[in-house]
């Protein structure tokens, strides 16, 4: 089965700078690439998703970025703000029945 | 809301009993999941149901069992409780094939 490592597992960054998580992937038919937030006590919740289509895509200060020769993708936050401390999850998926293997997870804390 | 509820919220069961959580849609969605999060372990898929009484196993599976005699209701029952299920449980729901999921608010289930 489909096998998503995600890199680091904490991430500590000053407000207004940027962060990054990368993920990888095993299985090179995975076509849907979704990241989620989850904060303190909350469920997860969708912030940004790739189709394995195309190679990047933006969302104010989120984007995502797939190489799918690599079997990577990446999320970039720019601007941080003490909101966006969290744990953020990549994901991956292969369609059909859309079963979706996480990554385990990344904690972010944006230090104002 | 989300449009999507689970319930109970909050589990304390003993070893050896049956316990039977429930979630609940209004969307009318086709696909229903049920994960697991565990602290280093992400989220896992237990079970997953792509209509009315079509089910299949994910990747920890053993020690449960779901049913769907409704589009709107996805069971998951434990057969006989252990300390090792003692866990957060997360319902989704999906539109299907590269939609992202929905999550419910999460039941957190204690196994004394």
């Known amino acids: 089965g489909e096998n998503v490592e995600q890199h680091p597992s904490t991430l500590s960054v000053q407000e207004g700078d940027s962060a990054v998580i990368k993920c990888t992937y095993s299985d090179s038919a995975s076509n849907y690439f979704p990241w989620y937030k989850q904060e303190l006590g909350k469920r997860p919740q969708l912030i940004i998703d790739?189709?394995?289509?195309?190679g990047e895509k933006k969302d104010q200060r989120i984007a995502v970025t797939l190489n799918k020769t690599a079997k990577h993708f990446s999320l970039h936050i720019t601007e941080t703000q003490p909101e966006d401390s969290a744990v953020y999850f990549c994901a991956a998926a292969l369609g059909g029945y859309q079963k979706v293997t996480f990554g385990t997870g990344t904690k972010l804390q944006v230090i104002p | 809301d989300a449009g999507i509820t689970q319930s109970p919220r909050h589990k304390v069961t003993e070893t050896g009993t049956p316990v039977t959580l429930r979630c609940h849609q209004t969307e009318n969605h086709r696909y229903m999941y049920w994960y697991r999060q565990d602290p280093g372990h992400g989220l896992r898929l237990i079970h997953y149901?792509?209509?009315?009484?079509?089910?299949d196993k994910g990747e920890v599976s053993d020690g449960y069992s779901v049913s769907r005699s409704k589009t709107e209701d996805f069971l998951l029952t434990l057969e006989s409780a252990t300390s090792s299920q003692t866990s957060v449980y997360f319902c989704?729901?999906?539109?299907?094939?590269?939609?992202?999921?929905?999550f419910g608010s999460g039941t957190r289930l204690t196994v004394v």
């Open positions: 790739i189709r394995s289509n195309v």
């Open positions: 989704a729901i999906s539109e299907g094939d590269r939609y992202g999921y929905t």
């Open positions: 149901s792509y209509g009315v009484k079509d089910t």
